[in-house]
Antibody, heavy 119, light 107 residues
Framework: QVQLQESGPGLVKPSETLSLTCSVS????????CNWIRQPPGKGLEWIGH???????DYNPSLKSRVTMSVDTSKKQFSLNLSSVTAADTAVYYC?????????????WGQGTLVTVSS | DIQMTQSPSSLSASVGDRVTITCRAS??????LNWYQQKSGKAPKLLIH???SLQSGVPSRFSGSGSGTDFTLTISSLQPEDLATYYC?????????FGPGTKVDVK
């Protein structure tokens, strides 16, 4: 069974970089895309962007200047970096899989990890 | 960006009731509309993809319809375990966007 698991620090200081990893088990990471989605406490879902297992990326323009995604195929891991964080970046961060860049749904999700931005 | 709206924002219904949630896109997204169920403290779960295709393992009381800009999610007979927030999402063009959610309460 496919499983995705987010990991990373639960607390990040303002102006620093948030770094998370999504580990995939139960299936190959090819030919899939890893999407990152976040949800501020009590609010809705925001798509951050996605990365293909071969490394091509597509970021939400609202976050593009601060987002970097990467992939380590040998470890079956995808990573998200979000720089210059503020309190507004406090959210549960999810990784989720799609099978193509467009049209397909987010069929498998990680459990999510809460990241709080605070000094 | 394509804006997604949902109505109502919340509803309360009795067990066995038929429940309908509407989702509207700010421009045509063909049939690339997905529905997710999110229970409290959990990750969203895919219910329906491409407007009307039921994800494997999802009960048949859930159904979807629509095309272009207007879509609906229907629960034919509400069950206690359907207590959740439901989100629509367009996968037609990036940035992918979600509706604001509809919170369903079971009386």
């Amino acid at each position: 069974q496919v499983q995705l698991q987010e990991s990373g620090p639960g607390l990040v200081k303002p102006s620093e970089t948030l770094s998370l990893t999504c580990s995939v088990s139960g299936d190959s990471i090819s030919p899939y895309y890893c999407n990152w989605i976040r949800q501020p406490p009590g609010k809705g879902l925001e798509w951050i962007g996605h990365i293909h297992y071969r490394g091509s990326t597509d970021y939400n323009p609202s976050l593009k200047s601060r987002v970097t995604m990467s992939v380590d195929t040998s470890k079956k891991q995808f990573s998200l970096n979000l720089s210059s964080v503020t309190a507004a970046d406090t959210a549960v961060y999810y990784c989720a899989r799609v099978s193509s860049a467009y049209y397909t749904p987010l069929d498998y999700w990680g459990q999510g990890t809460l990241v709080t931005v605070s000094s | 960006d394509i804006q997604m709206t949902q109505s109502p924002s919340s509803l309360s219904a009795s067990v066995g009731d038929r429940v309908t949630i509407t989702c509207r896109a700010s421009q045509s997204i063909s049939n690339y509309l997905n529905w997710y169920q999110q229970k409290s403290g959990k990750a969203p779960k895919l219910l329906i993809h491409t407007t009307s295709s039921l994800q494997s393992g999802v009960p048949s009381r859930f159904s979807g319809s629509g095309s272009g800009t207007d879509f609906t999610l229907t629960i034919s007979s509400l069950q206690p375990e359907d207590l959740a927030t439901y989100y629509c999402q367009q996968s037609y063009i990036t940035p992918f966007t979600f509706g604001p959610g509809t919170k369903v309460d079971v009386k």
